[in-house]
């Protein structure tokens, strides 16, 4: 059995935005020399998310627009978390909407995607470095 664990550091310096990652994710699957196996991908913070969907502009732009119809951020008053000081409630919401993780299988040294399948990290409260942990197992 191989494994290998690797913590990814993402620093978007907007408030709210999304990262295609594969291409590291697929670094870190070569790096690990695991044939057959799984790669967990998984947002160490609160306030972000990591998920899998298609790499297109607009599609991006759609969860943009509808994650802040969902959870808007403003007025931040709206929001009894943001009683705490924290202005960053609507980010909580997000998050629990688009996810903590994936698993994706390796096969033959590879992620075994769906076509147009892509990992993203996504940000909900930025402007700092958060972490990614990428943990791979397998023969």
């Known amino acids: 059995m191989n494994s290998l664990t690797e913590y990814l550091t993402f620093n978007v310096q907007s408030r709210r935005g999304f990262v295609n990652i594969t291409p590291d994710i697929r670094k870190l699957v070569t790096q690990s020399k695991v044939k057959e196996g799984l790669c967990l991908v998984n947002a160490m913070h609160i306030t972000a998310s990591i998920f899998i969907n298609d790499n297109e502009g607009g599609l991006l732009h759609d969860y943009e627009k509808w994650l802040e119809e969902l959870a808007p951020h403003a007025p931040v008053n709206q929001y009894k978390h943001n009683d705490t000081g924290e202005d960053n409630a609507d980010a909580h919401l ?14 033959n040294g590879e992620l075994d995607f769906g076509p147009w399948e892509q990992i993203f990290y996504g940000e909900f409260d930025g402007k700092r470095p958060k972490r990614v942990l990428v943990k791979i197992i397998g023969e």
Do not use: C, F, S
């Open 94 to 107: 997000k998050r629990q909407v688009m996810g903590r993780e994936v698993v994706v299988a390796i096969t």
